[in-house]
C-alpha cells in the first residue's frame, strides 16, 4: 500500500527496455547523440511547436530552477503560490539558480492562485524604484501542490495577467501528464497556446527512472540554458541514457496512458473512502493525489497495517483518537488495484 | 573505431542489469532506499573507511563542485592545473558551486604539479591581508587530464605540502579506477592514507550510465554536502537508480577489472602505434589515454576510414601534410580489441 | 517641513568639524590608522564590551547584510518581520550577500514580532530534512518600520527564543540612537545583555554623513566579515573618514543627545497634531517616526503648503477628500521646531 | 616622506569645501538631489557624452565590479592582465559581483598588454562550446598596475580587438587623471572615442575622501546598474555628500591639476634618483608611480629615516645588503616637495 508518493514507485517496463536498448554501442557525448534527437523532434511534435528548444535534464528542481533563472534577473520578484515546489522543497535552490531572486508567495495560503491574487501580488511590487523586489516571471504549477488541476480557462487568464504585466510564465509540470489527463486537453493548449513560456515538463513521477524536460517554447534564450546546465552540473556525459527515457515515455502516447492510470486509481482510492466515516477532502481531487483527512485512530491502524504515506498536516502521535490528520495519497501508474482495495478494505475495517 | 573518449561507450552489462533488477516494487525517495545503503556500505569497506559519509550523484561536475563548495569559501583560491577539468572544462562550475572561489594554476602549462610548484603556488597567496586571494583547498585529479597517473609518493608528498599550509585536498577521480588499476594498489592507500580528505570517485567513464560518488573520509560536513546537493538539483527521488549502478559497479572488483581491461586496451593500441613512423608520444601513457601527435595527412586518412577520435591541438585543415598534431585516444572497457587492431592497421597503411 | 525620512538632513556639525579635523596630513589606508584604533575603541567602550570586534561601513544595507552573511548560510531562512528594510527596502542585497539565504517572514502583516509568532515561525521550519529553508538567524529591528521600540524585556524575550532553538539574533540598529532614548537604557543594556549576536550602529540616519558599524560581540567571526567587506567593495581606503564620523559621532554622548532632540521633536509634532480632526495614530510614536492617518484633502493642502513627506498607504490623487489616507512623519535631529509648529499650525488651518 | 600610495593622502581642500557647504538644509536622498544632478551634468559635459549615464559609488572595487558585472555573464571570461588590481586586489569581488565570471589573464606577467596577448587570449576562449568559459569584456587599466600608460594608440588598438571579436571594453581608471594629465588629450580622446564602453572614472585616489564614477558611455544598462548598485548596498542615502566631491573635483579642471601636480612630483622624485648607485628603473614612469630597485641596505636606511613606502618584491629582512629589492613609490597631490627632496636626500647619504 505504497501511497506516499509517484516517485517511490518503478519506471514504466517501456521506459526500461528503451534504456536497455540504448545501452550498447558508441555514441556522441553532451547530447550530440541520435536519442537526444529523437527525443527532442519527439517533444517538439508532441506540443505542435516546432520552433520549441528542448533541454533535459535529470531532476525536476534542476529543470525548474535552470529554467526560472533564465527567465528572471536576481534583482526579480518571482511570484508562485506559498506552497510552491519551488518555495516550499527545493531547499533554496531557486535563489542559487537565479543568483539572489526571491520566491514571491501570492495571497495567504492558497494553493491554486486567483487572477485577483495574482494581479494584486504583482501590482505590489513597486515599478521604477531601486529599493524593493522588481517585477519578475510568475511560476505556476499544475497539477498544483495540493493536487488540484487549474482549467484551461484559469491558467489562460492567469497567464493573461503575467502578460498583461509585460512578465513571462513559467510552468511546473513535474505532474504535466496527470494534469493533461485531467483536462484531456492536448499538451499545447495547456502551454503556448494560453501564454505560457516555458514548461518543465516532468516525466520522473509518471514513469521514468529520472529525466524531466524543460521546453522553452520560445528558442531565443536557448543558447543561454545550455550554458546554465552546464554549469551547473546538469549536462549529462552518458546523454543518451536521458534521452532514451523521454523517447519511450513520448512515444505512443505511453506518458498520457501511465498519468490516466494512476488517475483512474486515485479516483478509485477516494471513491471507496468517500463516505467512510471520518474521512473528509481538502478539496475534489482532480488528478492523482488525494488531500484529506482521517481520524488519528485510523491513521494508526493503517500505519499498523502496512500503509505507506505522509501524514500532511499534525503528529500522528497525540492524545485524542479522533483529532482529523491531514494525509496525502498519490497513486502512481504502477500500484496495483489490489492495493488499492487493500487500503480502502483496511480503512473500512479499523474505521 | 571510437577512441574519441570513455563517455561515449555503453555501460557495463552488470550495470545495466542491476538497474533493470532495482526496477521493481516501491521504495523510499531521496536516498532512504536498501539499494542507497548497500551502495554506501560498499563503497565504505572498498575504501576501508568505515566513518566515511557517501554522497551519490549523477555527473562528474556536480562530484567535484559540491565536494570543493563543502571545503573552500567564497573568498579562497583552491589550487589545481592549469589543466584541470574543473578549470577548463566546467563552464565555471566551480565558481557557481563556491559562490566566487578563483581557481589558482599550478605552474605555467603543466599536466602533472609538483611539490615544489604546489609549495610557490601555496606561499604566493598573501595571508592575513583581505586583498587578495585567501589560501583554500588543493584540487588535485588523477589520472590527469593528460594521461598520467601521479604515483603514490607523488600524491601523498603534494598531500603533505597541502597540509603544511594547513589546506586540504579534494582529489577528482573521474578516472580513479584506472589509476588504482595502474598502480596496482589498494583505494585505501591512494587517498585517505595519503592525506586526501576527499574523492570525486567516478563510475560513469568507466562503465555506468551516470553516477558519481562524493566521499568525506572525515564526515563532519555531511550534511552540508547534503543540503548543497539538493540546493543545486542533485538529489535524485528514484535516488536506487544511482545507487544500483554503483553498488554493481562495485560488487565483486567490476570497477576494477574494466580499468584494467581499459588500460590494457590503451596499452596495445600504443604498442601497436610505437614504431609508426610520424607517430610521438606527447608522454607516455599511464593509463587509458594516450596523448600523441602524428602527421596531419594520417589524421585525415584515419577519420576518412572513420576513426572518431579529437585532435586536441591544431587544425586538422591545414597545408602542411606532414604538420604534427596532437591527438587524444581514449579506450574505454568496451572497446573491441578488433576495433584497436583496425584502428592501428589503418594508421599503418596510411603512414 | 521637511519630515520625509532621517536621512535628508545635513550631518551634526561636530561630525563635520572632525572630518574636516581629519583631512589632514597622511594615514595608513584601509583602517590602519589613529582614527579607526580610536573609533573602535569608542564603541567598544560604549557598549561595555571590551572583546568586541568593529567593522565600519558606509551604508546601513552594507552593515545589514554583511553581518547576516557572516552570521549564515545560503540554505539557511532569515527570521523577521514582513516589513523589515532587509526584506522591504534592499533589493534583494540579503539574498546577494548571502549568497541565497531566504527571508522568512513572521507572522502576518507585523511591526513589532511577539514571541509567540517567532517562536512558531522557527518551529515551522523543519529540522533535519532537506528539502525546505534550515533555520538560520533571527534578525530584528528597533526602532522598527513603523516608528515602534521593543522593550528591553520584549527584546530579551524573543532572543530567549532564538537561543532555544540555537540561533543567533542582529539587530538592525538603523535607529539604535533613538531606540536607546526611548528607553533610556545603556546600549548594552539593550543588545548583549540580552543576547544580541550582532548589531547594525546606525549613524547616518541620526547626524552622520554616511557610516555605520557593525559590532560583532563576540569576534571570532571577525575575520570573515572583514574579507566579506572587501569582497564587497566596502573596504574604504580612505578609511579615516568613515571613522572620525564615528568618533565624532560617539564622543560625549553626542549620538544619544542627537537622538534625543530628534525623539522630542517628533513627540512635539504628535502633540500638536493629536487632536487634529481626522488625524488618527497608527500606533504610538515611541521615537522620531509617527505613523498616522489624515484624509486626503488635508494632505494635498499640506504638500500645497510645502511640507515634503511620504504617504505611505494609499494614493494622493483620488476622489473623495476625507479618505484617510496613511502618512509617515520622520523627525530628525535638525529639523528646526519653528517647521514642527508651522507644519502642525498649517495641518490645523486645513483640517 | 609618504610615499606608499595616493591613497593616503588627505583630500583637496576645495573638495573638503564643497563637502562641508553641501552639509546643510534637507535634500532629497538616494541621488534625487541638485548636487548630483550637478554632479553627473559635469561629467557628461567633461566627457563630451551628452548620453551618457554616471552613477556614484565610494569606492574602486565597487566601480569595477558593478560595472563589470552589468557587462558580463558569469560563465563569461573577463580578459585583463595578470596584475590587475580586480585581479589581485579585489577578495574576488569580481566573482562575486558577476555571480561567478572568471578573470582571464592575458600572457604570462605583463603590465600593459599587446594586440597580440589580447588576440590570442580571447581567440583561446572556445566559442559554440557550453565546457570552458565563454567570451567576456576586457578590462583595461591605465595607469596600469605599475605605473604605466597606454598611449591612445595603443589604447584604440585593444579596443579595436576586443570591437572585433564583439566584446565590450571596460577602463579602470582608478587613476583616470594621471593618465589623462601624462598623454595630454582629452576624457572623451581617452574613452569613448577609441571604443571604451564603461569607465572607472576614480577620484579618491587624487584628492577626494571616498567617491568614484561609473560612467558608461551608452546608458541603455543604466538601470540594471541602478539596481545592482542599491542590491550590493553601494548606493548612499545621503548621496548629496558623493555628489558634492565630484562636483568640486571635476570643477575648473581642479581633477586634472591635482594629477599634474602628483605627476610632476614623481617626475621631480624620479629625476632625483634616477643617477643614484644602485637604483634601477624597473620601467620609465610615466604618471605618479616610480617601480624601480635599490639595494637592501639603502631601504633599511629609508626606513630608518622615516620613510613610508612598500617594497614590492623581496623581502627587506635578508643577509646581502647589495641584493636588490622593487619598491613602488607613488606621488599623491599633496606630498610636499621638500619631503620628495628630503628622500632624496637621505636615498643619496645611505647609498
Not at 511534435?45 to 535552470?66: D, I, K, Q, R, Y
Not at 543568483?99 to 495567504?108: E, S, T, W
Not at 505590489?124 to 482549467?151: D, N
Not at 500500484?335 to 482495495?341: F, G, K, R, S, V
Request: aromatic letters at 8%.
Amino acid at each position: 500500500m505504497y501511497l506516499a508518493s509517484d516517485n517511490i514507485g518503478p519506471a514504466l517496463p517501456e521506459v526500461m527496455e528503451a534504456l536497455t536498448a540504448a545501452n550498447q554501442g558508441h555514441a556522441k557525448p553532451y547530447g550530440n547523440d541520435p536519442w537526444t534527437e529523437r527525443a527532442s523532434a519527439a517533444l517538439r511534435a508532441l506540443f505542435e511547436a516546432p520552433e520549441a528548444s528542448v533541454h533535459l535534464v535529470a531532476t525536476g528542481t534542476a529543470a525548474n530552477c535552470l529554467a526560472l533563472a533564465t527567465m528572471s534577473q536576481p534583482w526579480q520578484a518571482i511570484t508562485c503560490t506559498p506552497l510552491a515546489h519551488i518555495r516550499e522543497d527545493e531547499c533554496h535552490a531557486p535563489e542559487f539558480f537565479t543568483g539572489g531572486a526571491r520566491l514571491n508567495p501570492v495571497g495567504q495560503a492558497g494553493d491554486k492562485m486567483t487572477v485577483l491574487e495574482l494581479d494584486a501580488a504583482l501590482s505590489g511590487l513597486p515599478q521604477g524604484v531601486v529599493h524593493g523586489s522588481q517585477r519578475g516571471p510568475v511560476a505556476l504549477t499544475s497539477v498544483t501542490e495540493r493536487g488540484q488541476v487549474y482549467t484551461l480557462d484559469e491558467l489562460g487568464a492567469l497567464c493573461d495577467v503575467a502578460k498583461a504585466h509585460g512578465l513571462k510564465v513559467h510552468l511546473d509540470g513535474a505532474r504535466f501528464a496527470n494534469a493533461v489527463a485531467a483536462l484531456d486537453c492536448s499538451p499545447a493548449q495547456m502551454t503556448h497556446e494560453l501564454g505560457v513560456d516555458a514548461l518543465s515538463f516532468g516525466a520522473t513521477k509518471n514513469g521514468c527512472l529520472g529525466v524531466e524536460a524543460v521546453i522553452f517554447f520560445d528558442p531565443s534564450d536557448a543558447w543561454e540554458l545550455e550554458l546554465r546546465r552546464k554549469r551547473a552540473g546538469h549536462l549529462f556525459s552518458k546523454h543518451r541514457y536521458l534521452a532514451a527515457q523521454i523517447e519511450a515515455y513520448v512515444k505512443d502516447g505511453l506518458w498520457l496512458d501511465a498519468a490516466r492510470r494512476a488517475n483512474a486509481k486515485a479516483a478509485r482510492l477516494v471513491a471507496g473512502l468517500r463516505d467512510l466515516p471520518g474521512f473528509t477532502l481538502a478539496a475534489d481531487p482532480q488528478a492523482n493525489m488525494i488531500f484529506a483527512t482521517l481520524p488519528r485512530a485510523t491513521h494508526k491502524r493503517l500505519f499498523d497495517a502496512g500503509a505507506y504515506y505522509y501524514i500532511w498536516e499534525g503528529e500522528l502521535e497525540g492524545k485524542d483518537p479522533d483529532e482529523p490528520l491531514l494525509m496525502r495519497l498519490v497513486c502512481d501508474w504502477s500500484i496495483p488495484e489490489a492495493e488499492i482495495d487493500r487500503f480502502i478494505e483496511t480503512a473500512r475495517n479499523v474505521a
